[in-house]
């Protein structure tokens, strides 16, 4: 107990640590207690954050910041325009076909595992087969559910999102345009002491900066070739399988394995043991490799230096607490906690004291 004393009255001495950790508490603290309340603004800003990528650029140029802001919030709003009128309806359309075809699908699953048994008597016996049928049921059951319910719920939902669409955009333009006040207003709420708060701020702005872009146009690369891949092969649902790869690079190792079961699960009902299934399961699996072995070395080359156990942990932690979202910035905050590690003072060895004394 008097060694917990000691730690905590030498290393809370440091007024920089003091205040670096109430920063830290209080964001969390605000996220897990308003992150719904505050939702338009947290993710305000993370869009303003990605867009100030191409602002910067743009004011290198020798452009205002204000013409600059400009033309990266229409480019944003055109963008927006494409995605909400032109992709979600045409995705919306593919989930309500593929909900319809699940019966057929699963009679035609139903027909192959009750083969099992007569090929392989010895691995696998027929109640076995018929409790996966009767899991497999259920699920599509509550697939089912979660359908029902989202429709009942998207009147709702529908008024939300058109709450959104008019805060979203006026507040992502606010904080780009008004990007140093903001900043500067915050600079004078805080203490002037704080050094290690600045270090480990630009430390996480630079490699989080450099991650989050170098992601999107990961996704962005990833969901094209598999779109194209999946229209020339004529694969059924090809947006939505294409979204949900593109997707999938968000999250490390898991991701990519998640979202293998769709794509081979629909080729193999549209094609079933044919060569455009095996092509296609191959063209997907080139894909996978492609980004894994040259696009995310390129892309994210010096950039994230965190070990894949740590990668892990974080999404699984901060899943946890924040569901997708948690996901989605597992990476940035594990980046976040490095930043903090890297920067906390460290006890001097008694080797480095003595020739300091000395």
């Known amino acids: 107990m008097q060694l917990f004393i000691q730690w905590f009255r030498r290393t809370f001495s440091d007024p920089q640590l003091v205040v670096l950790l109430t920063l830290l508490v209080f964001g969390f603290v605000v996220v897990l207690t308003m992150g719904d309340m505050l939702a338009p603004v947290l993710a305000s800003i993370v869009i303003a954050y990605l867009l100030e990528g191409l602002v910067q650029p743009l004011e290198r140029l020798g452009l205002p910041r204000l013409v600059a802001v400009v033309i990266v919030f229409v480019l944003f709003l055109i963008a927006l325009g494409l995605v909400l009128f032109g992709l979600m309806p045409l995705l919306s359309r593919q989930v309500s076909q593929l909900v319809q075809q699940l019966p057929s699908m699963l009679a035609k699953g139903q027909q192959v595992l009750m083969m099992l048994p007569e090929k392989y008597p010895e691995l696998i016996t027929a109640e076995q087969v ?192 924040w569901g997708f979202w948690g996901v989605f910035f597992a990476i940035p905050l594990a980046t976040l906690v490095n930043a903090v590690i890297q920067a906390w003072p460290r006890r001097r060895s008694r080797k480095e004291a003595r020739s300091q004394a000395a």
């Open 130 to 321: 018929q409790e996966v049928i009767a899991a497999l049921g259920g699920e599509v059951g509550n697939i089912g559910q979660m359908v029902l319910s989202w429709s009942l719920a998207s009147v709702v939902g529908f008024i939300t999102l058109l709450v959104y669409l008019v805060l979203m955009p006026l507040l992502v333009f606010f904080f780009l345009k008004d990007k140093r006040l903001i900043i500067d207003w915050l600079s004078h709420l805080l203490p002037e002491d704080r050094t290690i708060a600045v270090n480990v701020w630009r430390e996480v702005d630079r490699q989080i900066s450099n991650y989050v872009r170098g992601k999107f146009v990961e996704i962005l690369v990833v969901w094209s070739a598999s779109y194209v891949t999946f229209t020339l092969f004529g694969l059924q649902y090809a947006m939505l399988l294409a979204v949900l790869v593109g997707l999938s690079v968000i999250i490390p190792y898991i991701g990519a394995t998640v979202v293998t079961l769709p794509v081979v699960a629909v080729a193999w009902f549209q094609w079933g043991w044919s060569a455009e299934f095996g092509w296609l399961t191959l063209a997907y699996f080139v894909i996978q490799a492609l980004d894994g072995n040259v696009l995310v070395p390129l892309l994210f080359s010096e950039v994230v230096s965190l070990h894949p156990i740590a990668i892990i942990v974080a999404i699984l932690v901060f899943g946890g607490l």
